[in-house]
């Protein structure tokens, strides 16, 4: 199929309020499916007193480092760093490296290609000899990967915000490659994107340019305590997995039935050719189901999951 140049509007899921507004009903009484966060998040428990009143300290902030840095297997020699989120990571990684022409697919997360453009990098997909190169790994929103050999350029983003889903297919070995980051995102999977937490991973320079770039107090105290109990519960990793991918198959199954055609996705979103994307969009939200759709291809919508208990909400949109 055809993709029409992307815009380079910040285009983003959610928008729950204008959906209410357009087609009616409370917001507690929509299925907002246009993001791809876990829709049975980590179960946040007890937060302490301390952690509210207090400023974070050093140890908290070494905690939530080390949980990361065991969950997901990385290198010794290689540095990281919690931050308030990918985001916040996101916007101020070009300014790490001269500007220059920087390779982005036109088809992804646009936040990457928002933060180079604005600090004035010229950004396209065809660039044969880039100073940087950004890949988001699996892709959004078709959930391709990556191809290793093609990592490499003097500044390498691999934003890994969707591959806790899939551990066996990460590139977190190249962090140890000169001038290369890779990013992880902790609101997608846990399903606590309201908490704000994301890392950098790799290069120790780039990672020490990044800190100061943060500065103080980056991530809360509450936000580096949920943090860090959840990046030790393996067995709840574990069986979020297996529970993404049945929901996942179930989804597929009630879309195929409908005529939609499976693009791509991870467990934790769908990509289906619907052939008209503004009408399943304007359908579903009549039973106040709300979608994706994309400002470069009028045939593709993606979906989210829903809570085990909105199922019913959800087949009935269709």
Request: glycine share 8%; net charge negative.
């Amino acid at each position: 199929m055809s993709i029409a140049n992307p815009s380079r509007k910040r285009d983003h899921g959610g928008g729950i309020d204008a959906a209410v507004a357009r087609f009616g009903g409370t917001r507690d009484g929509w299925l907002d499916l246009s993001t791809g966060i876990n829709p049975v998040p980590y179960p946040v428990g007890t937060i302490s007193a301390e952690a509210w009143a207090a400023l974070p300290d050093r140890n908290a902030q070494d905690g939530l480092e080390a949980a990361a840095r065991a969950f997901w297997n990385i290198p010794d020699d290689v540095a990281v760093l919690a931050a308030p989120g990918a985001s916040s990571l996101i916007a101020r990684i070009p300014a790490l490296a001269p500007k220059g022409p920087a390779k982005i697919a036109g088809v992804t997360y646009n936040e990457h290609a928002a933060a180079f453009r604005a600090e004035g990098w010229d950004v396209a997909e065809d660039i044969t000899t880039p100073d940087a190169i950004v890949r988001v790994h699996p892709n959004n929103p078709d959930g391709s990967f990556a191809n290793e050999t093609d990592l490499t350029a003097p500044l390498t983003v691999i934003d890994e915000s969707f591959c806790d889903v899939t551990p066996d297919r990460s590139l977190i070995h190249l962090a140890q490659r000169p001038n290369t980051l890779v990013l992880k995102s902790f609101g997608k999977f846990w399903g606590l994107a309201g908490l704000r937490i994301g890392f950098a991973v790799g290069d120790q320079a780039l990672i020490a340019r990044l800190s100061d770039m943060m500065g103080p107090w980056a991530v809360s105290g509450p936000a580096l305590q949920v943090g860090t109990r959840a990046l030790r519960d393996l067995y709840w990793a574990d069986q979020t997995r297996a529970r993404l991918t049945q929901d996942t198959a179930r989804m597929d199954a009630l879309m195929q039935a409908k005529g939609a055609e499976l693009v791509g996705g991870t467990t934790l979103f769908r990509l289906y050719d619907v052939g008209d994307a503004r009408s399943w969009q304007d359908q579903m939200a009549k039973a106040h189901v709300w979608t994706r759709i994309f400002p470069y291809s009028d045939r593709w919508i993606r979906l989210g999951l829903p809570a085990p208990s909105r199922w019913d909400q959800f087949e009935a949109s269709l």
